[in-house]
């Protein structure tokens, strides 16, 4: 792709709706998975032969399926992008609200490392989404760069910390609520 001002536009633009339907289908997946659990909606999970079939499953299907379409397409259309970018997002929150499970196999639903996974890859969409073009960089930009990096170590170190407290204070419900759920 050359680096026209109109394709980098679409880039962008491109880029903006992932980093919403990311982030909307992150929030979706847990407030459903919340409900569930408290039994306030009918269990949806997906059982098989009585294995549940967790929804990173959904997203690493649905991240094969962009993956096939766009390699063995040699000109993918405008839409056919857009619908694509949809997918992939929809697809990478699946995955990655699930990303503590990849190595805590049978593992709670509610580990640190899903969001904090979740949050770096906003954080990267983010940037993608909505940081000038390198050449067009100046000053002002970075000293927004800059600051925007400190306030983010900030609400890391905030966060950390308070990921402690509010872990002890509310885990122990969250993990009653997933034993108690369904299965």
């Given at each position: 792709?050359?680096?026209?001002?109109g394709e980098m536009t679409e880039v962008r633009e491109l880029a903006r709706q992932v980093f919403l339907a990311f982030l909307l289908t992150?929030?979706?997946a847990r407030v459903l998975v919340i409900l569930i659990m408290t039994r306030r909606i009918p269990d949806m999970f997906l059982h098989t032969r009585g294995t549940h079939v967790h929804h990173l499953n959904y997203g690493i299907f649905l991240l094969s399926?962009?993956?096939a379409l766009l390699v063995f397409l040699t000109q993918p259309s405008l839409r056919l992008r857009k619908l694509c970018a949809l997918?992939?997002?929809v697809g990478m929150a699946l995955t990655f609200d699930e990303f503590g499970m990849w190595f805590h196999l049978g593992g709670s639903y509610w580990q640190r490392g899903s969001f904090d996974a979740v949050i770096v890859l906003l954080s990267a969409f983010g940037c993608i989404a909505f940081m000038p073009k390198l050449?067009?960089?100046r000053?002002?930009?970075l000293a927004s760069i800059a600051a925007a990096a400190i306030a983010?170590?900030?609400f890391y170190v905030l966060l950390f910390d308070s990921a402690e407290k509010i872990g002890a204070r509310f885990g122990p419900r969250l993990q009653g609520i997933?034993?108690?759920g369904p299965q």
């Open positions: 792709m050359n680096n026209t001002r992150f929030i979706g399926g962009v993956g997918l992939y997002a050449e067009r960089m000053t002002h930009h983010v170590v900030a997933e034993q108690s």
